[in-house]
Antibody, heavy 122, light 110 residues
Framework: EVQLVESGGGLVQPGGSLRLSCAAS????????MDWVRQPPGKGLEWVGR??????????DYAASVKGRFTISRDDSKNSVSLQMNSLKTEDTAVYYC?????????????WGQGTLVTVSS | QSVLTQPPSASGTPGQRVTISCSGSSSNIGINAVNWYQQLPGAAPRLLICCDNQGPSGVPDRFSGSKSGTSASLAISGLQSEDEADYYCAAWDDSLNAMVFGGGTKLTVL
C-alpha cells in the first residue's frame, strides 16, 4: 500500500524558515517524480513544485509564487522528499501535501499524503 | 485568479446527472491531459479522473471526463449524497512550466 506521511509543519514567524519532510513507503520511490501541493485555509489547491527522478537528473520546477524561496530535495536511499521553505510570508499559510506522480507518460498526482499545516504569523 | 476556470458551485438532486466545466488555454488543456481531483470534506484530495477520461481503479464509473479543444468537463451521473465534495481540474502548462489548477467547484447534493 502506498503511504505518504508529511511532517515538520507548525507555527513560524514571517521571514522565518521551515523544512517539511515526506516519508514514502509501499512503492519504488526512486522511480517517481514527487510534487508538493498546498491549500490555504478555506481556499483551493495550488501546486508548489516538483522534483524528478534520477533518470531525469533530479531536475526541479517551482510555482512562480515560491521560486527562489522554496527548495525541493530528495533522498532516494531514505525514500523521502523535503521542502525547504525560506523567507516565509503570511500568504504561505496552508496545508502542504506531498504527492506521488504517476511514472508513466501521463504525469498526474496519483497518491496524496494527509498533509501538514504551516502557519506563518507573528 | 486561477489559470484554469471552473464554476465555484454546482448542485443536483440524487439520481441526477451533473457536469462541471474547466476552461483553459492552448498552453495547458489545449496540449496536455486534464486530471480531476475530488476532495471530500475534511479529507485530502484524491485522483478521480486522469488523462482526460480515464478512471483509476476504485473510482465508480458514474464519474467520467471529456475534453474538447481548450475545455474539459467532469460528468457525474446517478448523483449520490456521498458525491458532495470539492472538485478540481488540473493540467501541466507548457508556458509556465508548472502544473495549474482550477479554482475548484463545490458540489452540493440537494
Amino acid at each position: 500500500e502506498v503511504q505518504l506521511v508529511e511532517s515538520g509543519g507548525g507555527l513560524v514567524q514571517p521571514g522565518g524558515s521551515l523544512r517539511l519532510s515526506c516519508a514514502a513507503s509501499g512503492f519504488t520511490f526512486s522511480d517517481h517524480y514527487m510534487d508538493w501541493v498546498r491549500q490555504p485555509p478555506g481556499k483551493g489547491l495550488e501546486w508548489v513544485g516538483r522534483i524528478r527522478n534520477r533518470a531525469n537528473s533530479y531536475t526541479t520546477d517551482y510555482a512562480a509564487s515560491v521560486k527562489g524561496r522554496f527548495t525541493i530535495s530528495r533522498d532516494d536511499s531514505k525514500n523521502s522528499v523535503s521542502l525547504q521553505m525560506n523567507s516565509l510570508k503570511t500568504e504561505d499559510t496552508a496545508v502542504y501535501y506531498c504527492t506521488r506522480v504517476h511514472s508513466g507518460g501521463f504525469k498526474y498526482l496519483q497518491h496524496w499524503g494527509q498533509g501538514t499545516l504551516v502557519t506563518v504569523s507573528s | 485568479q486561477s489559470v484554469l476556470t471552473q464554476p465555484p458551485s454546482a448542485s443536483g438532486t440524487p439520481g441526477q446527472r451533473v457536469t462541471i466545466s474547466c476552461s483553459g488555454s492552448s498552453s495547458n488543456i489545449g496540449i496536455n491531459a486534464v486530471n480531476w481531483y475530488q476532495q471530500l470534506p475534511g479529507a485530502a484530495p484524491r485522483l478521480l479522473i486522469c488523462c482526460d477520461n480515464q478512471g483509476p481503479s476504485g473510482v465508480p464509473d458514474r464519474f467520467s471526463g471529456s475534453k474538447s479543444g481548450t475545455s474539459a468537463s467532469l460528468a457525474i451521473s446517478g448523483l449520490q449524497s456521498e458525491d458532495e465534495a470539492d472538485y478540481y481540474c488540473a493540467a501541466w502548462d507548457d508556458s509556465l512550466n508548472a502544473m495549474v489548477f482550477g479554482g475548484g467547484t463545490k458540489l452540493t447534493v440537494l
